[in-house]
């Protein structure tokens, strides 16, 4: 990793890939690890809309958020 980088992170990523993305970080740098998640929604560009998400709700994301903060990510947020 290049000393310039101070940060790294996951961003625009499904919630339910977060933490094992920090595993895997964690395994690769001892930089500060970020963490800003989309929703898990896909689009459907046949129907064009968006499908609710399968693997997580809106009320698991704070839980999820403290998963993700006790494996290691400094910063949580979302993406967009």
Known sequence: MSKKVAITGINCAAPHY???LIHKIKKLTDKMIIAYPNSGEIYDAKAKIWVPP???KDNEFGSLALTWRDS???LIG???
Request: proline residues 0%; positive net charge.
């Open 78 to 80: 979302g993406c967009c």
């Open 18 to 20: 977060v933490n094992g």
């Open 72 to 74: 290691g990510a400094k």
């Open 54 to 56: 399968q693997c997580s």
